[in-house]
Structure formats: structure tokens, C-alpha cells
């Protein structure tokens, strides 16, 4: 991936970072987040993990999933497991999940041991054919994952690829405005173009990953593609969890302004 000259500043979580435009490289992209995460990615941003989409954003006040007890479910982007682990303790029937990181794969299944848990594990990029079984699955979920693809279109494919009929996707990541928009002096201030979706890298606690700020069309245009109907979409933040932040914190005020987190479930055709 080569630098190339313009600099731009992006957000990311809560934090702001200096931003530098990168050629899409696939493996290059690839390489570096796979570091990025089997070193101190959970240090630097943390591990969301449900109940919680992200930021604000839970699924014990919007019950996106509904009952899953004997269902069939894979996670795409499974970090350290404690999604797959609350799919566990709700009875799923099955426990699959992928990640891009070897060492985030044994979290979990470390994780899911100590709870008398176990779960089909792949350690693959979510935009490859990784031997997944298709027509198979009751629900696909991705918490804060699908962001990181090089190929949303073909992810979304291979994601309806491997549902049955009817099946369920979920998943959420960064609303693309508040990835435009940084608070800075009781202000909100837009940092970047939101129709920009070239790919960039970024260093956040002396890591380096790189990432690309999609458009919310984006999403949506790829969903329908790969054969998706849209059920529900949720972008503004839980007031619950927005009080327990604290009315201090610029992060929580900028919430409260615009979504900082957007949620889809979608249902294959």
C-alpha cells in the first residue's frame, strides 16, 4: 500500500486520528489488521461484543434477534468470543464463528471452554471461501466486523451464501457520519468528506490499521445485491445507556446529536 499525499483526519470510537490515504491492497490490508488485532487491537479499541452493538446501542432494548434457543448461528469477525458466548448461554443450537486473527480465534475458544461452551472455529478473512456450509444457517450476526471487509459486496454474497432460506443477518457497525464528524470545543465539526470512500490507515497506540468509511448506501445497495430484504434498521443511541455515560463527556454529547452507531437486520429472500 503506497502513501500517497493528502492527509485527512477521521474518527474512530471516540477518539480522533490522523488519517493517510492508502491504496487498496487486499493482502497488504489484510496483513496489517490481522497485526493490528492479534497484538493490541483489543487494547487500543476494545472488544464490543453483544449485548452491546456498540456505542449506545443494545440489543436488550431493540430484541433484533428475537428467540434463538436451537438456532444455527455463525458470527463473521468473532474477537474474543463474548458475542458467540451470550449466543451460548441463550441456548443457540450451534456455535460457529470466523475471525481474520489467530490469536483472537483462541480467545474464544478459550473463553467459550471456560464456560462449558464450544463452537466451530475458522480463522479466515470474512471475503473468502473459508469451507463454511451454505444453506445452512439460522442467523448470521457481526458485531462491529464488517466494516473491516475489502469486499462488502462479495461478503454480503457469501453471507447469503451460507444462510438458509428466510434466514437473518445482523449487523452493526460506525454510522458513517459520525465518522465524518469530530466534537471539538462544544462544537461538532465535519473532518472529512462523508462521500470519501477511499481506504486509509491510521495509527491509534502505536498500531497501525487501515479501514475504508463506506457511505450508508453503500450497505444497503450491496445488501440488496446479494439477494437481502431490509427488516430493521436502528441508528439513534439507547437513552439508558446514554445516561449511564455521563453528561460530561463529548462522545456522549455528540450521540446525542447525531448516531454514532447503526444496526441493520436484514433477511435473506
Known amino acids: 500500500m503506497d502513501k500517497q499525499a493528502n492527509y485527512r483526519t477521521n474518527v474512530i ?3 480522533a ?28 479499541l476494545g472488544a464490543t461484543a453483544l449485548p452491546l452493538y ?22 463473521i469477525g468473532c474477537g474474543s468470543g463474548q458475542s458467540l458466548h451470550y449466543m451460548g448461554e441463550r441456548q443457540a443450537a450451534e456455535l460457529w464463528g470466523t475471525d481474520i486473527s489467530e490469536n483472537q480465534i483462541e480467545k474464544t475458544r478459550q473463553l467459550l471452554a471456560a464456560h462449558g461452551l464450544s463452537a466451530e472455529l475458522i480463522c479466515a478473512p470474512m471475503e473468502d471461501k473459508c469451507g463454511l456450509i451454505e444453506d445452512y444457517f439460522d442467523i448470521i450476526y457481526s458485531v462491529y466486523a464488517i466494516g473491516w471487509t475489502t469486499d462488502l459486496e462479495g461478503t454480503f454474497a457469501r453471507i447469503a ?21 469530530a466534537a471539538e470545543k462544544d462544537m461538532l465539526v465535519f473532518k472529512k468528506n462523508y462521500f470519501d470512500e477511499s481506504w486509509y490507515s491510521v495509527e491509534l497506540g502505536g498500531n497501525t490499521l487501515s479501514l475504508s ?3 450508508m448506501s453503500t450497505y444497503v445497495n450491496a445488501l440488496a445485491k446479494a439477494g437481502f430484504i431490509i427488516e430493521q434498521m436502528v441508528e439513534a443511541s439507547d437513552d439508558l445507556l446514554l445516561g449511564a455515560y455521563g453528561d460530561d463527556s463529548d462522545f456522549a454529547k455528540k450521540a446525542r446529536a447525531l448516531p454514532v452507531t447503526f444496526v441493520i437486520k436484514a433477511r435473506k429472500l
Not at 163 to 180: A, E, Q, R
Open 13 to 15: 470510537g471516540g477518539e
Open 161 to 181: 451464501s451460507y444462510l438458509n432460506k428466510d434466514g437473518v443477518f445482523i449487523f452493526s457497525w460506525s454510522h458513517p457520519i459520525h465518522k465524518c464528524v
Open 17 to 44: 486520528g490522523v488519517a493517510v490515504t492508502v491504496e487498496m491492497d487486499k493482502e497488504a490490508i489484510h496483513h496489517t489488521n490481522s497485526l493490528f488485532w492479534d497484538t493490541k487491537g483489543n487494547e487500543v
Open 54 to 75: 456498540g456505542a449506545f446501542v443494545s440489543e436488550e432494548n431493540h430484541q433484533l434477534f428475537g428467540e434463538v434457543r436451537g438456532k444455527k448461528v455463525l458470527e
Open 213 to 215: 468509511d463506506r457511505k
